[in-house]
C-alpha cells in the first residue's frame, strides 16, 4: 500500500521524492483521492503564506490555481485540451487520432483558458474556508477520475491510462477512495462550528459533478482515456468551485 501511494505521487505530481524509496505504480488510481487532498493542502497553506504577504484576493487565486497546475505537471490539463479537440468531431476514430494529434486545436486552447478562468473568478469570490475548500475540491477532482476508470471502457490499446484500467481492483479500490473522502467530510462537520450544511453540499455536490462530469465524456467519447481522466478532474473541480460560490454569495 505503501509503495502504491508514493507511486501515486510520482504519477500525478512533479513532488520529488527519494530515488530510493520503492514505489509500485499498480492500482495507483485508489490513492487519487488521497494525492488531491496533499495538492489542496500543499495549495491551501501556500494561500495562508500570500495573505500573510499581503497579496489581494485575485492575486492569490491565480497563484494558487497555477501552482495547482505547476504541481501535476499539466498533467490534467493537457488532458481538457486534448479532449476538447476531439469531442467536436463525430466519428470515434477521428475523435482518438485528434486527441493523439501533438498540435493543439483552436477548441482545445479555448477549453484550456476557460478552465483556468473558472478556478480563478470562483476562487477569488470564495473569501473563507479556502485550505479546506481546496483540499477537498482537488480530492473529488480525483474520485471523479477514479470512478470514470472503474466503471466505463478503456478506449485506447495503449497509453499512460491503460494501466490505470488494467489494475483497477472493484469495488476495493473506489470504496478506498470514497471513505478517504468521507472521513475528511466528517472530520470538517465534526471539528468545524456550525459549517454541517457547507459539509454535506460539498458531498453532495461533489458526487453530482463527479458522476455527471463522468459520463459526459463516456457518452461523447464512447469510453474513455488518459485524456479524459485529466479533463475529468479538471471539470469536476472548476465545477465544484462554481456551485461553491453560490453558498458563500448567498
Not at 485540451?81 to 486527441?99: E, F, N, R, V, Y
Amino acid at each position: 500500500m505503501l509503495k502504491s501511494l508514493l507511486g501515486s505521487i510520482t504519477f500525478y505530481t512533479i513532488i520529488p521524492l527519494p530515488n530510493n524509496w520503492e514505489k509500485s505504480f499498480q492500482s495507483i488510481a485508489a490513492w487519487s483521492p488521497v494525492v488531491g487532498l496533499l495538492i489542496g493542502t500543499i495549495l491551501g497553506l501556500v494561500d495562508y503564506l500570500l495573505i500573510f504577504i499581503g497579496f489581494p484576493i485575485l492575486i492569490r487565486s491565480t497563484l494558487i490555481v497555477f501552482l495547482g497546475i505547476l504541481i501535476t505537471g499539466g498533467l490534467h490539463l493537457d488532458g481538457v485540451i486534448d479532449s476538447a479537440d476531439g469531442i467536436t468531431l463525430s466519428d470515434p476514430q477521428k475523435k482518438l487520432m485528434a486527441m493523439q494529434d501533438s498540435s493543439v486545436g483552436a477548441f482545445g486552447v479555448i477549453a484550456g483558458i476557460m478552465v483556468i478562468l473558472l478556478k480563478v473568478v470562483a476562487l477569488s469570490a470564495i473569501d473563507s474556508y479556502r485550505l479546506w475548500i481546496l483540499m477537498i475540491t482537488y480530492a473529488w477532482g480525483r474520485w471523479a477520475q477514479l470512478f470514470s476508470i472503474t466503471f466505463y471502457t478503456y478506449l485506447k490499446k495503449a497509453g499512460k491510462g491503460l494501466f490505470h484500467k488494467q489494475y483497477i481492483n472493484y469495488p476495493n479500490d473506489l470504496l478506498f477512495g470514497t471513505i478517504n473522502l468521507l472521513i475528511i467530510n466528517i472530520l470538517w462537520m465534526i471539528f468545524t462550528s456550525h459549517q454541517e450544511i457547507l459539509g454535506i453540499i460539498i458531498m453532495i455536490t461533489g458526487i453530482i459533478i463527479s458522476v455527471g462530469i463522468s459520463y459526459f465524456f463516456n457518452k461523447q467519447f464512447e469510453g474513455h482515456t488518459g485524456d479524459t481522466y485529466g479533463a475529468v478532474v479538471e471539470w469536476t473541480e472548476s465545477l465544484i468551485l462554481c456551485v461553491l460560490v453560490l453558498y458563500f454569495s448567498g
